[in-house]
């Protein structure tokens, strides 16, 4: 008996039942797409909230669309399923959970037109995932996939090779983190996030078109920058010094949560510590993920 109950095939089990084959297509070619979901707890409640669980969802069935894997289940009943499986953990702390649908295929093509898709969930708890309250990054020297390549927006699983490589120059040089230009050189994304900058009081961070995966937490600090903090925020192209120029940087994702960047490329951002922006920003997420702020409320999916 493992420790964990996981979601395979329709049903909850014991992650030691659950065998993947060495020859399966998701393994040796990365036929598969991904999500990436927090379940937050709530210590003064006693209640674990799964955040954004719909959303998350809604994406996760798009991207399998693109990969021709059809998902058997409704937004509602993965919801339902993902609730039932934190139960069934038992969860009294925080979690990241990370559904996953891949061609269970076992023949040597590379083709998707013969899918058979399989679908699971597991989760695991997830306290802070940087290790670091600062983070300093440096411009990759590997380019982001490109949606006519590898399509970023879709969270596949071969595309993490794009992001491993980033992180491995980054983290080899000395560096927390890497951050990826497009292409065309315009600023992109973190490997496993998206990114903002200040400057002059802009909220600024890059639009869909520049191959970034449209983030969940992305589109919650747009809200909140537009709807809290009454700032302007834009979706543009982010050019290279702009970074260097910026008042403030930082990160937002799921595991991430939202995390600033002090320094980028050797060179300091603004002051050198947690801007302003940020410290507002971050104080309005970590005060919604346990349903404690009525407009956000519905974000908040109660386990128990
Ligand atoms: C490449 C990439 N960009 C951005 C994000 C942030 O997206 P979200 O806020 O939906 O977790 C993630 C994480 O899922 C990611 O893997």
Redesign the pocket.
């Known amino acids: 008996m493992s420790e964990s109950y996981v979601f395979y095939d329709g049903k909850i089990v014991d992650e030691s039942e659950v065998t993947i084959s060495i020859r399966s297509k998701a393994f040796n070619y990365g036929l598969g797409c991904f999500?990436?979901?927090r379940a937050y707890w709530d210590e003064d409640e006693k209640q674990l909230y799964g955040f954004r669980l719909k959303?998350?969802y809604v994406?996760l069935l798009q991207s399998a669309k693109s990969f021709n894997l059809n998902i058997p289940y409704s937004v509602d009943e993965l919801c339902k399923f993902t609730v039932e499986l934190l139960k069934k953990n038992q969860f009294k702390q925080t979690v990241y959970i990370r559904p996953v649908v891949f061609d269970g295929g076992t023949n040597l093509n590379p083709t998707l037109s013969d899918a058979e898709p399989k679908f699971l969930i597991y989760c695991q708890p997830l306290g802070k995932f940087a290790g670091k309250e600062e983070l300093s990054v440096c411009i990759s020297s590997w380019r982001r996939l490109e949606d006519n390549m590898l399509p970023?927006r879709t969270?596949p699983t071969a595309?993490?090779l794009n992001?491993a490589l980033a992180s491995l120059e980054a983290n080899q040089s000395g560096y927390d983190e890497a951050l990826f230009l497009t292409g065309s050189g315009h600023v992109c994304?973190?490997?496993?996030?998206?990114v903002f900058i200040v400057k002059k009081g802009q909220l600024i961070t890059p639009p869909p078109s520049d191959n970034?995966?449209?983030?969940?937490?992305?589109?919650?600090v747009i809200r909140l920058g537009r709807e809290e903090l009454g700032i302007d925020v834009v979706e543009r192209s982010i050019a290279r010094t702009e970074l260097y120029a910026s008042d403030e940087i930082f990160f937002?994702?799921?595991?991430?949560e939202v995390t600033p960047i002090v320094k980028v490329d050797n060179r300091i951002v603004g002051t050198g510590k947690q801007g302003e922006v940020y410290k507002k920003i971050k104080e309005l997420f970590f005060g919604l993920t346990t349903g404690k702020n009525p407009k956000y409320v519905k974000y908040c999916t109660p386990v128990y």
Not at 189 to 194: H, L, R, S
Not at 252 to 256: I, K, N
């Open positions: 999500e990436g979901i959303d998350h994406r970023p969270k595309a993490y992001s994304e973190g490997p496993g996030e998206n970034i995966l449209e983030g969940i937490t992305r589109d919650l937002s994702g799921t595991a991430m």
